[in-house]
């Protein structure tokens, strides 16, 4: 996996808009992807996945859009609450990865202000 | 989902000294790794965690100082060898292909370890 340095990009929003984190990745090969959510002391949350067949999908107040001509994935977040204030994590892995193994960005980190 | 438990959940340990740390997955899973992730960063890959054989470990880390076991389906541990304030860090076990979903990766709360 990827580490940036301690200052995480930090995304903004006030409660009850709309956030959208925004992920970039660079192999071509990967076909499966990953958002994940952390909040302060606690282990990486699964929150919505996405195969290279598809370029939306929707679960509860989250989206994720995939756009693989520029290889970019992004995670929209409907209604933002407090409790959505986390880092931010996307993963990918490729078929042809024998170990599957996830490679992880460097993540972002949503505040929402009351 | 695979509901993954660590233990323990936090340490303060002597530099020189070692410290294993358990993972528990509440279904056999196919494949499970150990991460570690420095504060404020994004998480590394330290090995990929083999039933009934040798870790495969990724660049940077070595069997020596970083043994692990996985000796079932739903159990592993790993150990931190001869620490330094360097091994300070949250050390996180991840599973996959539990219970269908072949594909989907969860983790465990982590292992908050602090050397002296």
Avoid at chain 1, 94 to 113: E, I, Q
Wanted: proline fraction near 5%.
């Amino acid at each position: 996996g990827e580490s940036v340095g301690l200052h995480l990009p930090t995304l903004s929003v006030q409660e009850g808009d709309n956030s959208i984190i925004n992920c970039a990745y660079s192999n071509s090969a990967s076909d499966y992807f990953i958002w994940y959510k952390q909040e302060s002391g606690k282990g990486p949350q699964f929150i919505i996945d996405i195969r290279s067949n598809m370029d939306k999908r929707q679960g509860q107040r989250v989206t994720v859009l995939l756009n693989k001509t520029v290889k970019h994935l992004s995670l929209q977040i409907a209604a933002t609450q407090p409790g959505d204030s986390a880092v931010y994590f996307c993963a990918e892995t490729p078929s042809n990865n024998a170990g599957n193994m996830l490679t992880f960005g460097g993540g972002t980190r949503l505040m929402v202000k009351p | 989902s695979a509901v993954i438990s660590q233990k323990p959940s936090r340490d303060i340990c002597q530099r020189g000294t070692s410290l294993t740390i358990q993972c528990q997955v509440d279904s056999q899973v196919t494949m499970m790794f150990w991460y570690r992730q420095q504060p404020g960063q994004s998480l590394t890959l330290i090995a990929t965690a083999n039933q009934g054989s040798e870790a495969t470990y990724e660049s940077g880390f070595v069997i020596d100082k970083f043994p692990i076991s996985r000796p079932n389906l739903t159990f592993s541990t790993l150990t931190v060898s001869n620490m330094s304030p360097e091994d300070s860090s949250i050390y996180l076990c991840s599973a996959r292909g539990a219970g269908g979903h072949g594909d989907t990766q969860y983790f465990g709360p982590g292992t908050r370890l602090t050397v002296l």
